[in-house]
């Protein structure tokens, strides 16, 4: 297994759970947004470098949208669109942001929000999602355009249709269980650096552990080296995680199993909202709570996959 080669060279993708009802959209948009590590002529450049692993990594050149650069989909006028936005990509993080203003934000990281939020700008790291609902103009030929960074991604383009006065389906929520907040338990994790890049060994086999959990990176990532769990939480119990970003640069952390609910930052004003992945942004300290409501062992890292693999990597475990 080596995730940084086969991610970066493309294995990834969407996985889609429909709602159980499907709501009224007249079009469905998945779009996978990945930079390519190429040149022009095509082949690949570096993946990985120690010097950017232990910054923001690797960024690849070619930004595209389901393996395309800047593509055109077809939608039909008036209609009420879905765009899912997905990053796939190891390192990079996406700014997104619409020429509609009134382009809405309906779901976060695969969890619905109850109250649609107009996007200004976004921000999704590697593993997150942003699912926008568009109400598609009335004229044929009309675009919109979504852009990263005020770098064009991807346009919608009217056709014609018989669609008209649409609004936007309510997407139903999703079944999370409600955190129990005057009896939770706090745990803090500090996300830090401890960074030596020289190549030391002798032998020239070097293990980089740039970035630790409470101290502790996963060395030697194995089934046969597996550390005690970061934390050992109670089945049924609410935990608030209190993550505190103690690096220069921002983190997507991921909890598999569980949904965290987001209350509150030191940097930025929340509203709570669901999520599996937290975007830390530098220095940032972030009160996430959840009901440890599934039995086993979750990894919990950060999803910059060059971070995952040179410290950024633990689990929990609900007994
Ligand atoms: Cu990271």
């Avoid at 450049?45 to 800047?70: C, D, K, S, W, Y």
């Avoid at 338990?185 to 890049?197: D, M, Q």
């Amino acid at each position: 297994m080596n995730s940084v080669e086969q991610l970066g060279k493309g294995l990834v993708g969407a996985l889609i759970v429909d709602e159980a009802e499907k709501p009224d959209f007249d079009e469905d948009l998945v779009l996978c947004m990945k930079n390519w590590h190429i040149k022009d002529d095509g082949s690949f450049t570096a993946l990985t470098t120690p010097q950017n692993a232990f910054r923001m990594g690797t960024p690849g050149r070619v930004m595209t949208i389901n393996g395309e650069i800047h593509p055109t989909y077809n939608v039909p006028a008036g209609g009420a669109i879905r765009v899912r936005f997905l990053n796939v990509d190891n390192t990079v993080m996406y700014q997104i942001n619409s020429t509609d203003p009134a382009a809405q934000i309906i779901a976060i990281d695969g969890n619905p929000i109850a109250q649609p939020i107009a996007l200004t700008e976004h921000s999704i790291g590697p593993g997150m999602r942003l699912d926008l609902g568009v109400i598609a103009p009335n004229k044929v030929g009309e675009m919109v355009t979504f852009k990263h960074k005020g770098k064009p991604m991807v346009t919608i383009k009217t056709v014609a249709s018989q669609l008209k006065d649409r609004s936007l389906p309510k997407l139903p929520l999703n079944p999370i269980p409600a955190p129990d907040l005057d009896n939770a338990e706090t745990i803090k994790f500090a996300f830090e650096w401890n960074a030596n890049i020289t190549p030391i060994e002798k032998d020239g086999e070097v293990s980089y552990n740039f970035w630790t959990m409470n101290r502790r990176s996963w060395e030697g990532m194995s089934k046969g080296h597996i550390p005690d769990p970061l934390a050992t939480l109670e089945r049924g119990k609410t935990y608030i995680f209190e993550l505190s970003n103690l690096t220069q640069y921002h983190h997507p952390i991921h909890i598999h199993g569980h949904t965290f609910t987001v209350l509150k930052s030191n940097k930025k004003d929340i509203t709570p909202f669901h999520t599996d992945t937290v975007l830390l942004d530098q220095n940032e300290t972030v009160l996430a709570a959840l009901v440890a409501d599934n039995p086993g062992r979750w990894m919990y890292h950060c999803h910059i996959i060059e971070h995952l693999k040179t410290g950024f990597m633990s689990f929990v475990e609900v007994t």
